[in-house]
């Protein structure tokens, strides 16, 4: 599944930064022998991670816990069913960030802007697209490029997300020259760069440009499951660039991140020891271990109007009306209740804002949901 | 693999390499396994001394690990409480070789049923999947199915000492000294590691109630609080504070699930018709599905099948069978056991680190036998083995001498009403606690099937 297909050259060409020179480490003959062998191997296995997240999107969505005609049309591997609890799981995820989104977009008429850091092949815009098709809405996608050119592969290969490129103002979709990495329009944007290069670095302050980032938009950056694969300082930085440069006060910004918890209980000690087999490392994990390591770092970040936790047992319990709660409940037999418990409490979302406050829009969005 | 003898033992062997025996072998296997069973009745007979054991759930090397924590078959006699199959890579070798040694020693161990040993369940948690990429075919689940029916619903040990005899094992590391109880204290619970040594030791009636485990590490699980001093008058439990009296422990019910609101005695569990898929309600459903919790009488179960059951229940019912303990598994506990409602009943839990993702350790439950019990009846060892029978005990009548009458509800609220003390003093209780196999024996594949975190 990871780790065994030939690494991305770019990446290591990419992140070149000092250290034992390439040469050295060829001369040592091992490619994964060097510091930038590592990195890369390590760059391989996260952007693999997105076709696990694809995958279990799929297994939820033909068993009926999800409505999302696209999922399967970006998965690369053939559909395998996933364990009733991780299909829980997944459906918990994802209708809690669908929840965030849709209370972000019906909190004014005005125009929103979206962006999803570490996007892979998630179908957001698309189901976006067909939910809200008036709403004037700016979104943007962020990925390794090896992931952004499989995207749009996708994108051009299925007229049903193909046709979905379209606005008001530009009716014809682009056609996409072979290969493409990016993609540029006013409603949808999918921008193949490393997070890493938006670190504000104190050397050079050349960012890269990010081509239709409108500054003025009230903005929601969306990390699910990505950012925990960088270290903790590096995502302050990536963070700061958005919340200063990119866009800067006093346009209103939200961030949403999905991430793992509790990494210092036998679960999570597991968890970690598991994934690093596969070469998966999580630093932030580390980092924010508990609940309210996480709001304060939304705190830390500068969303003082609002910074709020979750952990994903508490939301299917709080969130979920009871209708659905049946309604999921039937779908399959779920057996393993101590360890979905178990799994639920290792997972959190954590929501925090900057805005004007009580007629912002992020407040008015999101200033009576539940928190834990 | 004609009757019993060397080409049994030659699968054994093979079975405890990990490798599968021909699709033929199981067949034969399991036609004898099912001759055997049938003999068995819903609720089987089993004398102390013997260690009962919960879920496996196909982690072939964790059962390793088990056999080589608790003494291997036919030196120890085991109960399994059910849940061999499904979640783990190796269901087929691990109940294949628990059936060869049932069929190997019939009164040695003892295979009770499970909620996965069930058609419709491992076709969803994988032992369906495992046959069929095994075999290429799905004839031994079918088989293995077939077994799954014929398996015992329960179990009821008795002969059970009341105190342990405490283990000479040496200390583990951390352990409190402070909190053990004199050496000449009446033993009740003892928690050794894996490799023998003392965890924890807990002496029954013992002033120090307060000295809960500190120093265990698994203390996050409640351990044997207060049991009490002395039964309710006139059921001739009291008990004695120094352990000498030593046969008054009442019997042990072993089931994989729990109770079922249709089921107030034992006896009404003999009466069921097991031999069946397991059904999607009803007693036996719920024998394999509930959950005890600390609710007042029963509630829904959030599993869908079965039910919740609080203290009330499992006292009453202890109290009218002339139980001191249930054991049962089925719900996985991170401390490998978790004893509840003042040691009324116990969950026992197998398999450590389940599904190489919980990080949990897994229990035995040891059971000694009661030396001056005048009834005890030694089993015959197995050695002769192979065939069918070999059951000493009647698997019908065992203990049930001492049950107040069926069914009897005016007996019921009144016991509700008054006095929840507990009529019996629970047997002594050695738990063995262990960890997964080391991952270098483990032979995980190198492959893992299914994504296994959210990522
Ligand atoms: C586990 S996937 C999640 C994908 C998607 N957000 C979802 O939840 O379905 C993580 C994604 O983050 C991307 N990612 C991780 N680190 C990144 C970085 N430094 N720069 C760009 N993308 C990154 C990976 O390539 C991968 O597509």
């Not at chain 1, 990446?11 to 040592?28: D, E, H, K, M």
């Not at chain 2, 608790?70 to 399994?80: I, R």
């Not at chain 2, 070999?390 to 009144?414: A, E, K, P, Q």
């Amino acid at each position: 599944m990871s780790g065994q297909e030939i690494p991305d050259l770019r990446t290591l060409l990419g992140s070149r930064r000092g250290g034992p020179s390439r040469g050295r480490a060829r001369g040592r003959g091992g490619f994964g022998s060097s510091h930038e062998g590592r990195e890369a191997l390590k760059d391989e296995a996260v952007r693999n991670t997105d076709q696990d997240a694809a995958g279990s999107r799929v297994s939820c969505v033909e068993l009926g816990y999800l409505h999302d005609p696209y999922a399967k049309l970006f998965a690369t591997q053939p559909a395998t069913r996933r364990l009733p609890l991780l299909n829980r799981g997944s459906y918990v995820r994802t209708s809690a960030i669908d929840d965030l989104v849709d209370r972000f977009m019906n909190a004014s008429t005005g125009p929103k802007q979206i962006i999803s850091l570490g996007a892979g092949t998630d179908t957001r815009y698309f189901r976006l697209r067909d939910r809200y098709p008036d709403l004037q809405l700016v979104y943007h996608e962020i990925d390794f490029a090896t992931n952004t050119a499989a995207k749009l592969t996708s994108i051009q290969r299925h007229p049903q997300l193909h046709s979905k490129l379209t606005s008001r103002s530009a009716p014809n979709p682009l056609a996409l020259p072979p290969a493409a990495t990016t993609y540029h329009s006013s409603t949808y944007n999918v921008h193949a760069l490393d997070l890493r290069t938006l670190a504000a670095s104190s050397e050079e302050n050349t960012l890269p440009t990010l081509p239709n980032i409108d500054p003025t938009l009230p903005t929601l950056l969306l990390s699910e499951m990505c950012l925990v694969y960088l270290p903790a300082p590096t995502v302050s930085s990536i963070l700061s660039s958005f919340l200063q440069k990119y866009i800067p006060e006093p346009t209103p910004v939200s961030l949403i991140l999905y991430e793992p918890i509790l990494p210092n209980d036998a679960f999570g000690r597991t968890m970690i020891s598991n994934l690093s087999t596969r070469n998966i490392h999580l630093p932030t994990l580390l980092a924010y271990p508990e609940l309210s390591d996480q709001r304060a770092r939304l705190q830390q970040y500068g969303f003082h109007q609002g910074a709020h936790v979750a952990d994903t047992a508490s939301i299917w319990r709080a969130w979920v009306t009871d209708e659905e709660k049946e309604r999921v409940a039937a779908l399959e037999m779920l057996d393993e209740l101590e360890e979905l418990d178990l799994l639920l409490r290792h997972y959190c979302v954590a929501w925090g804002w900057r805005d004007s406050g009580s007629e912002g829009v992020f407040t008015k969005a999101w200033a009576d949901i539940k928190e834990q | 693999m004609s009757s019993g003898g060397c080409d049994l033992d030659k699968a054994i062997q093979q079975l405890r390499a990990c490798r599968p025996i021909p699709e033929n072998q199981v067949r034969e296997l399991c036609h004898k396994a099912r001759e055997l069973l049938i003999e068995e009745g819903n609720v089987v007979g089993v004398d102390a001394p013997v260690t009962i054991c919960g879920d496996i759930h196909g982690q072939f090397h964790d059962l390793m690990e088990l056999f080589r924590v608790g003494g291997d078959v036919p030196d120890t006699n085991y109960l399994f409480m059910g849940d061999f199959v499904d979640r783990g890579f190796y269901s087929l070798e691990s109940f294949l070789l628990l059936l060869c040694l049932k069929v190997r020693y019939p009164d040695r161990i003892t295979l009770i049923r499970g909620n996965h040993e069930s058609r419709q369940i491992t076709t969803v948690y994988g032992f369906y999947d495992e046959c069929l990429r095994k075999y290429g075919s799905a004839n031994v689940w079918r088989y293995c199915c077939e077994v799954f029916d014929y398996l015992a619903l329960g179990a009821l040990v008795s002969g059970a000492a009341t105190s342990l005899v405490p283990t000479d094992g040496p200390m583990a590391e951390n352990t409190n000294l402070d909190n053990f109880p004199d050496s000449d204290a009446d033993i009740e619970i003892e928690t050794l590691n894996a490799n023998g040594e003392i965890m924890y030791r807990y002496a029954r009636n013992s002033d120090s109630q307060s000295s809960q485990p500190n120093s265990n590490p698994a203390s996050s699980s409640p351990i044997a609080p207060t049991p009490s001093r002395v039964g309710p008058a006139g059921t001739g439990a009291t008990s004695s504070a120094n352990g000498s009296v030593k046969n008054d422990t009442g019997a042990i019910l072993c089931v994989h699930g729990g109770l079922s609101p249709l089921i107030d005695t034992i006896d009404k569990i003999r009466l069921l018709d097991r031999k069946q898929e397991v059904p999607h309600e009803g007693a036996m459903c719920d024998l394999l599905w509930s959950d005890p919790d600390e609710i007042e009488g029963w509630g829904l179960s959030p599993r869908g099948a079965g039910f919740l059951f609080g203290a009330d229940i499992v006292k009453c019912f202890n109290y009218k069978n002339d139980l001191s303990l249930i054991a049962r598994a089925h719900q996985l506990v991170m401390e490998g056991f978790k004893e509840m409602f003042e040691s009324t009943i116990v969950t026992v839990w197998s398999a450590p680190n389940y599904c190489y993702r919980c990080g949990n350790v897994a229990a035995i439950l040891e059971l000694g036998e009661d030396g001056s019990n005048a009834g005890y009846q030694r089993r015959s060892n197995g050695d002769q083995g192979g065939g069918g029978g070999g059951w000493i005990l009647g698997s019908n009548d065992g203990s049930s001498s001492n049950m107040v009458g069926n069914g009897n509800d005016r007996r019921l609220s009144s016991v509700l009403g008054d006095n929840m003390q507990r009529t019996r003093d629970g047997p002594g209780r050695r738990y063995r606690v262990f960890e997964a196999a080391p991952q270098d024996s483990r032979g995980m594949p190198a492959k893992k099937p299914v994504a296994d975190y959210f990522l």
